[in-house]
């Protein structure tokens, strides 16, 4: 029993897989999407295929969501570069676009959205018009597990973002940050 049960995880991890990231790859490039060499897609969910690209040898966890938050426009608003790694669960909620650069890593669960809801007082907040601003990544950033990017931060290269922490502003290169909201903790040396 135990070699059937190896041989079974070998078909599956080492065919079966890669086969079905292989014809899911296909079926987003065909949408639109925007995929590199060397990058297979797991199971995803996607609204506009073509608001994405995702740069060649990246490695995609599954339950991505890549949500772009609008009416069909023309792409991409969603960029990913080369060598990033991210994380099961992740969530791209954007309206306005987001740039994450080379060699960076996005743990699981982490969230990015670049707009939100007007909150002027006098009016309901549903109908208000939505304030947007593009988040941008730099190159070697890492990201902890469940951290929220809220809009117009850019994170500098080289940046660490602390598990858990919610990041509302800014934060310079090489500078590790952590907390709700995040703020400095300590440089990377």
């Not at 999407?33 to 506009?48: A, E, R």
């Not at 994405?52 to 960029?79: A, H, M, Q, R």
């Not at 890593?105 to 018009?129: T, V, W, Y």
Request: net charge positive; with cysteine.
């Amino acid at each position: 029993m135990k070699f059937i049960h190896k041989c079974f995880f070998v078909l599956r991890y080492r065919y079966f897989n890669p086969l079905f990231k292989l014809v899911r790859t296909q079926y987003y490039l065909l949408q639109g999407m925007q995929v590199g060499k060397n990058t297979l897609l797991p199971s995803i969910f996607t609204t506009w295929p073509h608001q994405t690209s995702i740069g060649s040898n990246c490695v995609l966890e599954t339950g991505i969501k890549f949500k772009y938050d609008g009416i069909w426009e023309k792409g991409p608003s969603i960029v990913i570069e080369d060598n990033v790694f991210i994380g099961f669960d992740t969530e791209f909620n954007i309206s306005s676009g987001i740039n994450i650069g080379k060699y960076s890593n996005i743990a699981s669960r982490c969230s990015f959205i670049d707009h939100d809801h007007g909150i002027k007082l006098g009016m309901r907040i549903g109908p208000q018009e939505s304030v947007k601003a593009a988040i941008s990544i730099g190159e070697d950033v890492w990201l902890g597990t469940n951290v929220t990017v809220l809009k117009g931060v850019t994170i500098g290269d080289g940046a660490v973002i602390a598990a858990g922490a919610v990041v509302t502003k800014s934060v310079p290169a090489n500078e590790i940050w952590g907390g709700v909201p995040a703020k400095r903790i300590g440089i990377r040396q």
